[in-house]
């Protein structure tokens, strides 16, 4: 089927940064956009941002400006370039694909297992 593994996350101070992968494999025919989304303790699950294959972007007004999404479509991977991170990003972070499986008759939505992302000192 369809994976999606995301490195990354960790312990970090503010002010620092942190850089996020998630990387998609399987039976993959065509991605149409990947995106990181996380969910804070006792908050709602909220985009953070994402990016189409053509390279259009899309940012939470919380983190313009601080986090930049890039990809490479090459190995089906997006990243996520976060700087001057601050506790209330505080988080688990999470990868989502919408994608075309192959042999699947209309795209779907796949989801990483998450990685903490803790701002701290």
């Known amino acids: 089927q369809v994976q999606l593994v995301e490195s990354g996350g960790g312990l970090v101070q503010p002010g620092g940064s942190l850089r996020l992968s998630c990387a998609a494999s399987?039976?993959?025919?065509?991605?149409?956009?990947m995106g990181w989304y996380r969910q804070a303790p006792g908050k709602q699950r909220e985009l953070v941002a994402l990016?189409?294959?053509?390279?259009?972007?899309n940012y939470a007004d919380s983190v313009k400006g601080r986090f930049t999404i890039s990809s490479d479509n090459t190995k089906n991977t997006v990243y996520l370039q976060m700087n001057s991170l601050k506790p209330e990003d505080t988080a688990v972070y999470s990868c989502?694909?919408?994608?075309?499986?192959?042999?699947?008759?209309?795209?779907?939505?796949?989801w990483g297992q998450g990685t903490q992302v803790t701002v701290s000192s």
């Open positions: 989502n694909a919408l994608l075309r499986s192959t042999g699947a008759a209309s795209i779907g939505s796949y």
């Open positions: 399987g039976r993959i025919l065509s991605i149409n956009v």
């Open positions: 990016i189409t294959t053509h390279g259009s972007t």
